[in-house]
């Protein structure tokens, strides 16, 4: 394991989901999963999050389009609230949730809006 990768990956992962979500996540891991939460932290955060070339912002609408488009609705919802904390707005999850039905399917588009309104009621925002 790269160190560099995990101690940058961790930061990235903290500021984007939240210290407590993480720390929580890390210390629930085991033997058994331990060793994918160091590699996704530093492969993912690290070396993905970590390249300044994309800002966190733009990341996470790139993230809600991929994960929204997977289906893959509880990392879609953990992404939606990291989304809110890098500065993407109600109106730019809805335009993305637009696109995901475009090319996904409307009960996709759906399940992202169920999820978004959740996240965007616990944040206060709806």
């Known amino acids: 394991m790269n160190d560099a990768l995990f101690d940058k990956g961790l930061e990235q992962r903290k500021a984007t989901l939240g210290a407590d979500y993480v720390e929580k996540n890390l210390a629930a891991a085991d033997d058994f999963n331990r060793p994918f939460q160091e590699a996704m932290t530093a492969w993912c955060w690290g070396f993905g999050w970590g390249d300044e070339t994309i800002d966190a912002k733009t990341r996470s609408m790139m993230n809600l389009s991929m ?36 090319y ?13 309104r959740k996240v965007l009621e616990e944040d206060g925002q709806l």
């Open 67 to 102: 994960i929204g488009a997977l289906g893959k609705m509880t990392e879609w919802e953990i992404h939606c609230r990291g989304a809110l904390t890098n500065g993407v707005t109600k109106e730019e999850i809805r335009a993305i949730i637009h696109v995901v039905g475009i």
């Open 104 to 116: 996904c399917g409307v009960p996709q588009a759906l399940e992202c809006f169920r999820v978004a």
